[in-house]
């Protein structure tokens, strides 16, 4: 109870095999308990707070793993859900930070999830009784770049195109002896309703910068 409930907690989702993996005959290397929340790597096991195998559905993840921070962020506390992983591990599709259009609700990731319980469960209801406002940002730690996604002046080969010694868009984040971690110069948009919101999500995602691997050819 108490502080302990909003401890840092950590989830592990193993992904199935890519097509090409299993062309290639590839097997998996971990077993998934997720009744005890642990992975078996050979002879190790590890324990986690959450462990999802390669079958679990969107919708199962975002309730158990990401909607019990609502509650948190409905009482004042800063809620932050990072997704860590090598490349073509599932970062992308789990969050659900690409391109929506071309996918069946079922496989939403976590984001569009969010951000509509965020308006049904919190806004939407405390409407009545107080004046809320919601900004949204978006930015991109690149290397040793920070890269203002909803800037209006970005294009697809803006940051590409900068050399080196001018890379970034003018965001500094620096740290406050009492306001903590402090954002100064992103660009901030006021949004009212779920789809505005994530018409400024699928905006910033066009202009991430993305890299391809041999994990992902």
Request: proline share 5%; with cysteine.
């Given at each position: 109870?108490?502080?302990?409930?909003?401890?840092?907690?950590?989830?592990?989702?193993?992904?199935?095999?890519?097509?090409?993996?299993?062309?290639?005959?590839?097997?998996?290397?971990?077993?998934?308990?997720?009744?005890?929340g642990q992975?078996?790597?050979?002879?190790?096991?590890?324990?986690?707070?959450?462990?999802?195998?390669?079958?679990?559905?969107?919708?199962r993840f975002?309730?158990?793993?990401?909607?019990?921070?609502?509650?948190?962020?409905?009482?004042?506390?800063?809620?932050?859900?990072?997704?860590?992983?090598?490349?073509?591990?599932?970062?992308?599709?789990?969050?659900?930070?690409?391109?929506?259009?071309?996918?069946?609700?079922?496989?939403?990731?976590?984001?569009?999830?969010?951000?509509?319980?965020?308006?049904?469960?919190?806004?939407?209801?405390?409407?009545?009784?107080?004046?809320?406002?919601?900004?949204?940002?978006?930015?991109?730690?690149?290397?040793?770049?920070?890269?203002?996604?909803?800037?209006?002046?970005?294009?697809?080969?803006?940051?590409?195109?900068?050399?080196?010694?001018?890379?970034?868009?003018?965001?500094?984040?620096?740290?406050?002896?009492?306001?903590?971690?402090?954002?100064?110069?992103?660009?901030?948009?006021?949004?009212?309703?779920?789809?505005?919101?994530?018409?400024?999500?699928?905006?910033?995602?066009?202009?991430?910068?993305?890299?391809?691997?041999?994990?992902?050819?």
């Open positions: 109870e108490g502080l302990s409930e909003y401890s840092v907690r950590v989830a592990v989702r193993v992904r199935p095999l890519l097509p090409k993996e299993t062309k290639e005959e590839d097997v998996l290397c971990v077993d998934v308990n997720e009744e005890l992975v078996g790597v050979g002879k190790d096991c590890f324990t986690f707070d959450h462990v999802f195998d390669g079958d679990a559905p969107q919708e975002f309730e158990e793993a990401a909607l019990p921070l609502l509650e948190g962020l409905g009482q004042g506390l800063n809620v932050t859900l990072l997704a860590y992983g090598q490349t073509s591990a599932g970062k992308t599709h789990t969050l659900g930070s690409g391109n929506r259009a071309s996918l069946p609700e079922e496989q939403h990731g976590i984001i569009p999830r969010f951000v509509n319980a965020l308006f049904r469960d919190l806004v939407y209801p405390r409407q009545a009784e107080a004046d809320i406002s919601l900004r949204a940002s978006f930015l991109e730690l690149h290397n040793e770049d920070i890269n203002d996604l909803l800037d209006p002046n970005l294009t697809a080969n803006t940051i590409s195109s900068r050399p080196p010694t001018s890379r970034g868009s003018g965001v500094i984040i620096r740290e406050d002896g009492q306001q903590g971690v402090q954002v100064i110069g992103s660009k901030e948009i006021e949004v009212r309703r779920p789809s505005e919101l994530l018409r400024c999500l699928e905006k910033g995602a066009l202009f991430r910068t993305t890299a391809a691997t041999n994990m992902n050819d």
